[in-house]
């Protein structure tokens, strides 16, 4: 995939990093320096863990002031400067908690991977003659988050951002079938001799402890490798006019569901930045078998709830039976199934019950109701639960008895029509009789109808 106008992303200044960040110095960061310590016979040790302090400038003439604490616990301090303040990271108002962040040395190297080969090619190592860091800073609500390579000449506690990812969706929560976003915005030191030779973009995928690649840019030879079949979208105008290196899932599954690697490379320099997507889908509920058939006191029936289609599978099943006296009380979970997994990813489980209807909280009847809590929302379906004795009979009862009412008084004419004489005494009583039972039926259907209705 060839664009015809390819503008040299390190050249463009981003305008939405800028708006409230030139001449601005941000909050102190508390940052942990973290280094691995090796042991005289070759193997690592518990890294150790220094307390720094990083002061942020957005000019870089600013960030020249030496950085002054008076915390007897800070044991490294940093002036860094940052002139799209990516590492811009504070607290929620009023909050106690702080931004997590991560200092600790990187090494740069060459990159053998297709697409981002040919970056180093024509590139002088002076400029690599230099302390790298690796910084990483999430925010403390844990949705917005930067990776960032800086540069220190030798020795020297000035650090320069030269290559930084910023995220807003680092957990991400989705229902099946809807486009996703996972935001991914890299900003490079147009000022530094590593921007001039071109930039790499590269997207991966990890679940389960397996991993592969969704699709890879090369900018510097504006060519694009993707996985077959991918349906993955990245914007290649946004990525070369403000960074916006953005990942789109045009229409996401619950196979979707797993880990996302954000990765920028530069020659020598790799920035690299890890999202999580969830998709979040609630379970349809069926209670089986529906209607429950009338019962008798003393009899056992066992019922059961069926749960489908819900991701992710952890999923709580429960029963309530709701009694005539307007009293809700729990039955537990019953005996639940193992889950089940659908080709399409999604899970099923069912709950069994067993109604003893001799139990005093049984005996009368109610409704009874199957309960699913899931991340994705709580779920309930209920059904009658119908006692002889204690329960009114349904509106398909009712209307059951009458039909075979009817039936009996038809079948009856017929044959008083055929073996008795018409206009005898014999037939004019029975007539009467089964007239009597039939006005009787419609009446106990009638009542039976309208309470019901009154009930909903």
């Known amino acids: 995939m060839k664009i015809r106008h390819v503008s040299n992303l390190f050249l463009v200044t981003f305008c939405f990093f800028f708006q409230a960040s030139i001449g601005h110095k941000c909050p102190p960061l508390e940052c942990w320096y973290i280094k691995e310590r090796t042991t005289k016979g070759g193997l690592t040790s518990a890294p ?33 400067a940052d002139p799209a303040a990516t590492l811009c ?49 999430e925010e403390a609500d844990g949705r917005r988050a930067t990776s960032a ?12 951002v030269v290559l930084s990812l910023t995220t807003q969706t680092l957990a991400v929560q989705s229902r099946r079938g809807e486009p996703v976003t996972l935001d991914c915005h890299m900003w490079a030191d147009a000022a530094s001799p590593l921007s001039e030779s071109g930039f790499a973009v590269e997207w991966r995928y990890q679940s389960r402890g397996n991993g592969r690649l969704l699709l890879a840019y090369d900018g510097k030879e504006d060519r694009l490798y993707e996985e077959p079949g991918g349906a993955t979208v990245l914007d290649f105008e946004g ?18 569901s797993g880990l996302y690697i954000c990765m920028v490379y530069l020659p020598h320099l790799l920035a ?8 979040v889908e609630a379970p349809s509920l069926s209670i089986h078998p529906s209607p429950l058939p009338l019962v008798s006191p003393g009899q056992t029936l066992t019922v059961q709830c069926l749960a489908s289609d819900f991701a992710p599978h952890t999923l709580e099943l429960s029963w309530e039976l709701k ?49 699913a809590e899931h991340l994705g ?9 119908r006692v002889i ?55 106990e259907f009638d009542v039976t109808f309208n309470f019901l209705q009154k009930e909903k």
């Open 323 to 371: 009694g005539l006296d307007g009293e809700t009380r729990s039955l537990g979970p019953g005996r639940l199934s193992g889950h089940r997994h659908s080709r399409d990813g999604t899970f099923a489980q069912d709950a069994r019950l067993e109604l003893d209807t001799s139990d005093p909280v049984l005996g009368r009847g109610g409704e009874l109701t199957c309960v």
């Open 149 to 160: 390579i800086v540069r220190a000449p030798t020795g020297s506690q000035r650090l320069d």
């Open 48 to 80: 150790s863990q220094d307390k720094s302090l990083l002061h942020i400038w957005t000019e870089a003439e600013a960030a020249e002031r030496p950085p002054e604490s008076s915390d007897p616990s800070i044991q490294r301090v940093y002036a860094v």
């Open 389 to 443: 004795g204690f329960s009114s009979p349904s509106v398909e009862d009712s209307m059951a008895m009458v039909g075979v009412a009817l039936a009996l008084y038809g079948l009856f004419k017929l044959v008083s029509w055929t073996f008795i004489p018409t206009g005898s005494k014999e037939a004019e009583d029975k007539a009467s009789l089964f007239r009597h039972y039939i006005l009787k039926g419609k009446y």
């Open 377 to 385: 929302g709580t779920r309930r379906v209920s059904v009658p639960l």
């Open 239 to 256: 990525l070369h006019r403000n960074g916006d290196a953005s990942l789109t899932l045009q229409k996401a599954e619950v196979g979707h």
């Open 272 to 279: 690299q930045i890890t999202m999580e997507l969830e998709i």
């Open 89 to 137: 990271h504070g607290s929620p108002g009023g909050s106690v908690r702080k931004a997590f962040c991560e200092l600790s040395p990187f090494q740069p190297h060459s990159s053998s991977v297709e697409w981002a080969a040919s970056l180093a090619e024509d590139l002088s190592p002076a400029h690599l003659q230099a302390d790298w860091y690796s910084a990483t800073v």
